[in-house]
């Protein structure tokens, strides 16, 4: 786990994640309709896994579920088995160009809309909810304000952290360990650099961050547009970056 990084180079991380997406998409694809005959006879949300096959085309189902569910949650299970089966009986309602050029306009543009009416919301909801803000637009909620050991730029810091999504999808978390990083700009977003010498050591904060104090346009796990929520506790500060004691 890692503190949440400054987006450079967005562009060509997201272009790698789209690539990614739909090659795997397409040869899981292939392979899921070699057993889905099969896989179809022992039934739908109940499969009884009676032969090597079987096993095979419910294995390569899981591995597509989880990276098609962890690109986005809100997709339809039953559209994309569906798509799965239209495969198999050739009878497609696209040809696999049509859906690669389906998945990067929407990672480019449809996913960015979608998710900036989500942000806009979730941010709105915060601030009705009780969270201050700053001049930014960072919102956060202060739980523990710590001692008067602040932090400042320059500082290392060891913090744990929960971010989730609006849709309060956990995204990363560090854990009972804290994860040790330096306070500078260009290395960790906007967000993290505003909000935390808002705390002092031992002190837990909320932060509501919208999309352009985070990875903005473009990011191949989040999505861009995504606003995000980190609950952050900062249990050490050290003044200057001497103090940083990363354990490789």
Known sequence: M??????AGKWKQLKYFI???MKKIFVLAATVV??????????????????????????I????????FGFD?????NILAAAVKDVYAKNGKMTQEEAAAYIQEYMTVGRARKNAAESQAFMEKAIKDGAETLASGLAYKIEKPGTDKKIALGDS??????????NGQVM??????SIPFLLQEGQLIKGWIEGLPLIGEGGKITLFVPSDLAYGEGN???GPNQALKFDIEVTKVVPGKRGLEIEE
Request: charged letters at 15%.
């Open 19 to 21: 690539l990614r997406i």
């Open 172 to 177: 990363d978390q560090s854990g009972d360990n």
């Open 73 to 77: 949650s809100t997709l339809n299970p």
């Open 220 to 222: 191949m796990r989040m």
């Open 34 to 59: 070699a057993g889905l005959a099969t896989m179809t006879s022992c039934g739908i949300g109940g499969a009884r896994l009676t032969t090597e096959m079987d096993s095979l085309s419910y294995a």
């Open 2 to 7: 890692y503190p949440p990084l400054s987006k």
């Open 157 to 166: 810091v060891y913090a744990k952290y929960v971010l989730t999504l609006p």
């Open 61 to 68: 189902g899981t591995d597509l579920g989880r990276m098609a």
